[in-house]
Structure formats: structure tokens, C-alpha cells
């Protein structure tokens, strides 16, 4: 790994502690923080009482850490809210408001299968590190964030549209609401995802940033045999311009079935987007001389319609990888494990393919179809995280694209960043 940044992995004992995941991993400007349950550090247990208590301490863990390393709760970028059951979205709300009572983060909410411990909601959080993870070197420790609405895409009380900070744009999680109407489109799958891909343009426009810009999309969707008609409207967004098309130019991609969205959409669309000038003290000018670099390898399974890997500045957002053999094309043995260190392993491919090593992964994102399945997982997992390195997430999902039993994506560290050298 080029340059001399470091992957800074950090735990306090004022949050629970887990062997298989740090609370927080530093890289360059971002802080990637570990999705928290409503675990009392004290005692190793879920917190009494119902979705509101759990709530409450699901922040508190995250609040603990993020003081831990000297921030702030507003220097929160990025909200992910995971609940059991969507109607205790209102109940979530409540608390939230108590934590950002003025400054306000992007945000998705989603309902899943099911949550690690039986919990009853899980949150995450991506923070800004306004001094970067440069050891003994001088950082932009004065970078503040750029919050940005439009009246062109829905608005939310309680979510910011996009949150810029460095050299990323974090998207909440759009919904298929028209933003005339403040109601949902008419129509089925394809008119929702439509919208959806819709509202994340017009967010992007309304702060100059061209929608290929865009290197990282995660779909959610009810209904997973609707993929083939999001994908149908998918293909009429990406490529958006003739450079992109040229260079058939794909963000990676993760698809999330989820058992209900807010609202009760059919499809709900996040983007993460490249901020080429990034956020003061950084030059306009040098807005076009940091690129878009995607990446795939024949070594892993490939798909037409996202990229394996693309590299932006100081990281590499990767495709959800399922445990696909590249060699045949296909699911392996329906084993847990098997399938897990497929996917692991076509990780590994694509991190090595670009230069990395597994030591550089930041944060890892597990999709489970059986949550009874997870410590067969974490022994595979821990053979390739030995030291328990990256912040992690683990869901369970209803079901998985392949009808595969588990699914994991990875957020990757690029010490070189991406032309010009930084």
C-alpha cells in the first residue's frame, strides 16, 4: 500500500466491544464506525425494555465512541437506521431527535429480517476526521462539512439531502416520492425506482455535481424477484454521459432486500458521491484533477450492471460480492461457510487486483438469510480478519439475490488516493 496513511482502529470500553470488528476505523478523513446494538457495555446484555430504550442505547454507544476519539455527534455524516419492525420508525424518531436536535445528518431507515442478539433496531454511523489519519503530518484539521437541500428532491425534518465532507457527498437514502406532491409516484416497481434514481439527480444537480460521479448505489428492495425491472430502469440512468458511456462506466453496487421501506415503498435508493474540489480549505480548481477510478478483475465474478471496485481519492467502495465461483459462474455448495469464504475470497481478489491487502479493509457489511448462521460465519471471518480490524455490520435478510445464504460488501482504504497523488 502506497503513501503513509494508516488504517487507525480504535475501542473504548464505555461501548461494547466485539473480537470480531473494532468500534471505529480511521481513514483519511472519514471515521467508519461499527453498526451498535442496544448492548449495555456494562453488562454484555440487551438494555430492558422495548424499541424506544433500545434506541436510546444504540445511540449511546455510538455517542461513547464518537467521543472517545475527541468528535462530536455533529460530526456525524451519516445515519443508518435498521429496525425489526418499520412501524417502530415513529418510536426511533423520538429518541434521534434528542441526539440531533439541530444540526441534521443524511439518514435511511429500513426494516430487515432480523438483527444480531434479537435486538429490535441496530444504528449506524459514518463520521467525519477533520484531522485525517496521517501520522505526523499536517492535515486540513479546519475542513467543515457542506449541508445542501433542494426543493427539486422530497424534504425531510429529519435527515439532510446530502452531507459533503472532504472528498465525498453522502446521500440520504431517497424514497419514490414526488417532491411536488409529497406522496409516493403511481405506479409499480419501475415507476418507483425511477423516481427514486430521479430524486438522487436532482439532489446531485442542485450542488453541480454530474450524477456519474456517483461510485457507490445501495438498492433496497421489498421484493427481491423485482430486481430484473429495477434493473431495466436502472440501465436508462447509468451511463449518464458520453465520457461514462464510452468507458462503460458502472458505481459499484449492493442489493438489499429488506422486509419493509418507509412509507411503504416498494424501493429505496442511497448513493455515495465523489466531491471532486472536496470541502474547504480545499482549491475549486483542483476539482477535476482527483478522478473516478473503477476496477474489475477477471478473477472475480464480474456483472454489467456495477463495477467490482471504484476508487475515489482516499477509498475503494466495493460491490456486494456473493459466494459466486468465478471460474463456473455459479453459487457454491449450499454451506454457510463454503459460501461465506467464497465471498470473502472474491473480496480478497478484487482488494489484491488494486494494489491492497486485506489490512486495508475499513469496514465490512454482512447480509445473512439466517442469523443462526452467524458463528459458522464469524470462523471463516475471523481467518481473513484475524486481528478483528475492520467496523462491521451484520443484518439478516429475507432473502438474497441467487437465493444465496449470505452476501458481503467492503469499504477499502486507497493510501494513494487517486490521481493527482496526495
Do not use: W
Not at 425491472?229 to 458520453?242: G, I, K, L, T
Amino acid at each position: 500500500m502506497g503513501g503513509n496513511n494508516a488504517v487507525l482502529a480504535r475501542n473504548t470500553e464505555l461501548a461494547p466491544q466485539n473480537p470480531f470488528s473494532s468500534q471505529t476505523v480511521a481513514f483519511s478523513h472519514y471515521n467508519n464506525l461499527s453498526a451498535q446494538l442496544p448492548i449495555d457495555p456494562k453488562s454484555g446484555q440487551l438494555v430492558a425494555g422495548g424499541v424506544k430504550e433500545q434506541a436510546e442505547q444504540c445511540f449511546k454507544n455510538i455517542q461513547a465512541i464518537v467521543e472517545s476519539i475527541d468528535h462530536g455527534m455533529t460530526d456525524v455524516v451519516r445515519i443508518t437506521v435498521f429496525v425489526k419492525n418499520i412501524m417502530d420508525t415513529d418510536r426511533v424518531d423520538e429518541v434521534y431527535k434528542s441526539f440531533f436536535s439541530g444540526y441534521l445528518p443524511t439518514r435511511t431507515v429500513v426494516a430487515v429480517a432480523a438483527l444480531p442478539m434479537n435486538a429490535l433496531v441496530q444504528v449506524e454511523a459514518l463520521l467525519s476526521n477533520g484531522v485525517g489519519s496521517i501520522p505526523n503530518a499536517p492535515q486540513a484539521g479546519d475542513l467543515i462539512k457542506l449541508t445542501n437541500n433542494t426543493a427539486n428532491a422530497p424534504m425531510d425534518p429529519l435527515s439532510t439531502q446530502t452531507v459533503a465532507f472532504s472528498h465525498y457527498n453522502n446521500l440520504s437514502a431517497q424514497l419514490p416520492i414526488d417532491p411536488a406532491s409529497g406522496q409516493l409516484v403511481v405506479g409499480g416497481i419501475k415507476e418507483q425506482t425511477a423516481q427514486c434514481l430521479k430524486n438522487i439527480k436532482a439532489i446531485l444537480e442542485s450542488i453541480d455535481v454530474p450524477f456519474d460521479d456517483i461510485v457507490k448505489i445501495n438498492l433496497f428492495l421489498t421484493d427481491i424477484t423485482d430486481i430484473e425491472a429495477v434493473n431495466e430502469v436502472y440501465r436508462r440512468f447509468f451511463p449518464d454521459s458520453a465520457i461514462a458511456r464510452a468507458v462503460a462506466y458502472m458505481p459499484a453496487r449492493t442489493v438489499i432486500p429488506v422486509t419493509a421501506l418507509p412509507m411503504h415503498a416498494l424501493v429505496q435508493i442511497e448513493a455515495v458521491v465523489s466531491h471532486g474540489d472536496g470541502t474547504p480549505p480545499q482549491a475549486v480548481e483542483d476539482r477535476h484533477g482527483i478522478i473516478v477510478e473503477a476496477n474489475n478483475t477477471a478473477d472475480a465474478p464480474l456483472c454489467p450492471l456495477s463495477s467490482q471496485t471504484v476508487a475515489f481519492s482516499h477509498y475503494n467502495n466495493l460491490s456486494a460480492q456473493l459466494p459466486i465461483d468465478p471460474r463456473t459462474g455459479k453459487l457454491m455448495a449450499d454451506d454457510v461457510k463454503q459460501q461465506a469464504e467464497q465471498c470473502l475470497q472474491n473480496i480478497k481478489t478484487i482488494v489484491e487486483s488494486v494494489g491492497h491487502v486485506m489490512a486495508d479493509v475499513v469496514k465490512v457489511n454482512v447480509f445473512l438469510k439466517n442469523m443462526a448462521d452467524i458463528e459458522a460465519v464469524n470462523a471463516v471471518y475471523s481467518s481473513f480478519f484475524p486481528g478483528g480490524i475492520p467496523a462491521r455490520r451484520v443484518v439478516g435478510v429475507s432473502a438474497l439475490p441467487k437465493d444465496a445464504l449470505i452476501q458481503i460488501d467492503a469499504i477499502v482504504s486507497n493510501a494513494e488516493g487517486t490521481p493527482p497523488l496526495v
